[in-house]
């Protein structure tokens, strides 16, 4: 690759297709880095004994892939040495043990990355217009982080 | 598209707010999740005042759709792509702004 291209790069997609980890994980990849952190969040198959059939997601897109940016651009100013910076959400129906979200960085050394994968997971959660409903076999539930940023604090 | 760096919310003037000499604009409200089931639709457009505070933005939106008032202690606002509390802040809204409403979020 030729390194003056290798510029430091966001990749954000939210698709309804089923998300790879080897793409994602590509991605980031970089010369100089020594390390590539990932998250992977999966579908879990119960809630409070519940049998769950699958995932659903939806996304207020424009402002979601917005939000996202500046997760990156937050990312950039706390852990400068962090290179690229790869977020890939699935939309629609998410079937149980599949990735709903993928996340990936690159930095030199493993400590800036590990940190930023783990800011970017929780700020998504707290900030970014995506919602999901659990489906089980007789009802369903809209899901709400616990991190979402205005949780209880409107009355 | 404005450009992103053009100031929309100015500081409040003397005017009350929801009286703005009864100027109203055309926006587009989007509803998801359960929002979107409860009022039965994903987006329309509404006629709005230009001034007014988010709460009573709130209280517009719910006179259209009665059934959305359920989840008023739940839902945010997010008003061209910006969070807004529902409460005192002032809206100076313009034609064909985007006003969605947002349920808690559960993304991840």
């Known amino acids: ?155 | 598209r404005r450009s992103p760096g053009r100031r929309r919310r100015r500081e409040a003037e003397a005017v009350p707010a929801g009286h703005g000499g009864s100027m109203r604009c055309q926006v587009t409200v989007l509803y998801f999740a359960r929002s979107a089931e409860l009022a039965g639709l994903r987006s329309e457009s509404v006629s709005v005042p230009q001034r007014l505070t988010s709460l009573q933005l709130w209280e517009e939106i719910v006179k259209i759709h009665p059934r959305l008032a359920v989840i008023r202690d739940q839902v945010i606002f997010a008003v061209q792509q910006e969070y807004v509390l529902l409460g005192d802040q002032l809206l100076v809204l313009q034609t064909g702004d985007e006003v969605a409403i947002i349920p808690p979020i559960s993304g991840g």
């Not at chain 1, 890939?88 to 940190?115: C, F, K, M, Q």
């Not at chain 1, 995506?130 to 205005?150: A, G, L, T």
Request: contains cysteine.
């Open chain 1, 1 to 155: 690759m030729d390194e003056s291209e290798d510029v430091p790069k966001d990749f954000i997609k939210l698709k309804s297709e089923k998300l790879s980890v080897d793409e994602v994980s590509e991605l980031v990849i970089s010369p100089n880095c020594g390390a590539v952190s990932l998250f992977i969040g999966t579908t879990r198959n119960n809630f409070e004994g519940k049998k769950v059939i699958h995932l659903e997601y939806e996304a207020y897109t424009s402002m979601a892939e917005m939000e996202i940016k500046k997760i990156c651009r937050d990312i950039r100013q706390k852990w400068p040495s962090v290179k690229h910076i790869a977020m890939h959400h699935r939309l629609g129906v998410v079937p149980i043990t599949e990735a709903s979200v993928i996340i990936a960085v690159s930095s030199p050394h493993r400590t800036e990355s590990l940190e930023a994968v783990m800011y970017c997971i929780n700020t998504l959660k707290a900030f970014v217009p995506i919602w999901k409903k659990e489906i089980y076999e007789d009802e369903y539930s809209w899901k709400e982080n616990k991190e979402c940023f205005w949780a209880n604090s409107e009355k």
